[in-house]
């Protein structure tokens, strides 16, 4: 049968209230106000009638999409519940729905080979399976109307299996890592606390066990990744939003945030409001076509090459040690493109 919107939604609101253990056994008027609350913020009765609740009880009990629901009346309690307590509403998907999963397998397609995806493979494959029945709009036709960002795997998404399982069993680590910066490889001993990505890169924060420090390392510079056999309490003091609070980037968390202002030009500003920066962002108009960002974060190279990629669009006013440092950075980009005899 077809299943609109609004009767999805009443179908729902009458299982929930009769599966309900709080308030068991609601009767025929609750139901209709529970479903009039719930779709039009109130219960007067002037948009639900009780006929509509009737025709949903009988629905339910009677056809063969939703189970034969067993909903009967209590007498004594003067209203309704389920004779089979184990029962559980398996409402059919509605066109809207279709859509919506569809385009959320879609997503998902372009994560497939990804490690971390890897154990969603069987339930992707049940949804799509089901799916495929609807012909609303066929993947096909999906292609042409939706492009995603093409976004190549980076290297270090085989680890997140075990890493996660490390984060969630408090199981100290050991593994060798080579930074960017000097290429000498290091050996870590660790107490994993977090998983997180950023730009399509995994990064791993943790206690680094031999100088008693929080870092953020890359995955993709790890290697020989295995197990101590110890186990860790986590640090209470750890606090993922805290940690991550007054950084920009993935870079180092060490240092004083301090307040940055940046002058944007008038294109360059609507891009910026549109996609803040950072949650402490405050935009104001100086003048007409002149804006000022004000940001209260820590200085990171990440910033540093965020402002760089602005070019003329973006003047750091403050504070003055980052604007020299941009200017001479650009000062040096201009002699790198002078004519060399």
């Known amino acids: 049968m077809a299943l609109n919107k609004y ?19 609601p009767t025929k008027e609750e139901l209709r106000s529970a479903c009039e609350e719930a779709l039009y913020g109130s219960s007067n009765g002037s948009d639900i009638s009780m006929s509509t609740i009737e025709k949903d009880i009988w629905a339910l009990k009677n056809e063969s999409v939703f189970g034969y629901a067993p909903i009967a009346f209590d007498h ?18 509605t066109p809207e729905d279709i859509d919506l999963i569809r385009l959320a397998l879609h997503t998902l397609n372009h ?69 960017f910066v000097d290429s000498r490889q290091r050996h870590y001993t660790y107490h994993p606390y977090l998983l997180k990505e950023n730009k399509n890169r995994w990064y791993l924060v943790g206690n680094d066990m031999e100088n008693n420090k929080v870092r953020t390392l890359g995955l993709d510079r790890m290697s020989n990744i295995r197990s101590t056999g110890n186990t860790f309490m986590p640090e209470k003091s750890f606090n993922p939003d805290l940690f991550f609070r007054y950084s920009f980037g993935i870079g180092t968390y060490s240092g004083i945030p301090e307040e940055i202002i940046l002058k944007l030009d008038e294109v360059q500003s609507q891009y910026i409001i549109s996609n803040p920066l950072h949650p402490s962002q405050e935009i104001t108009l100086v003048k007409p076509g002149s804006y000022q960002v004000k940001l209260f974060v820590i200085p990171s190279d990440e910033l ?13 006013i403050k504070p003055e040690w980052l604007r020299k440092e941009i200017q001479t950075t650009l000062t040096k980009a201009i002699e790198g493109y002078s004519d060399k005899n």
Do not use: W
């Open 76 to 93: 004594t309690h003067k209203g309704y519940y389920y004779t089979d307590s184990a029962f559980s509403l398996d409402l059919p998907l």
């Open 111 to 179: 994560f497939r080979q990804s490690q971390v995806f890897h154990d969603l493979e069987t339930a992707v494959n049940k949804i799509q399976g089901r799916i495929i029945l609807a012909d609303r709009l066929s993947e096909s036709n999906l292609e042409k109307v939706i492009q995603f960002e093409a976004v190549p795997e980076s290297k270090g998404h085989d680890l997140l299996p075990l890493l996660l399982d490390s984060i969630r069993n408090n199981e100290e680590i050991e593994f060798d890592y080579v930074p």
């Open 7 to 25: 009767a999805a939604i009443r179908y729902r609101i009458i299982d929930e209230c009769i599966r309900s253990r709080s308030k068991p056994y």
């Open 304 to 316: 540093k090459m965020q402002i760089l990629s602005y070019g003329s669009k973006v003047e750091v």
